[in-house]
């Protein structure tokens, strides 16, 4: 006879978010990085919120990479202790700009 299974406890090491870079094209400048915060644990479904909230924006996200660049990159997973500090909830998204974001990144 088989135990049910017991309901298992998130490990708090483990990613409840993610940092992801999207690759945009702006007309007349380079190719840029722009930068969200996703409330997410699975890494696919982070990247593609960014691409959607990037789209949402109205910038144009690069098909291919560029100059050694991915077109979207998670670049760190958050921890539920760190999205607590940052003030990000599970399912929440936030635009964290052009600029990268050392805070988000840093341990």
Not at 30 to 53: K, L, S
Not at 59 to 83: C, K, T
Request: charged share 25%; glycine share 10%.
């Amino acid at each position: 006879m088989r135990r049910p299974t017991e309901a298992r406890q998130p490990d708090p090491r483990q990613p409840a978010g993610w940092v992801v870079a999207v690759l945009v094209e702006r007309p007349g400048q380079g190719p840029q990085r722009r930068y969200f915060a996703i409330g997410e644990a699975e890494r696919a479904r982070a990247e593609w919120t960014a691409v959607d909230m990037a789209i949402g924006l109205g910038e144009a996200v690069a098909a291919s990479p560029v100059q050694g660049q991915e077109p979207v990159e998670a670049l760190a997973g958050l921890p539920p202790a760190r999205m607590t500090r940052l003030g990000l909830a599970p399912g929440a998204r936030r635009d964290l700009g052009d600029l990268r974001p050392r805070r988000w990144l840093s341990p």
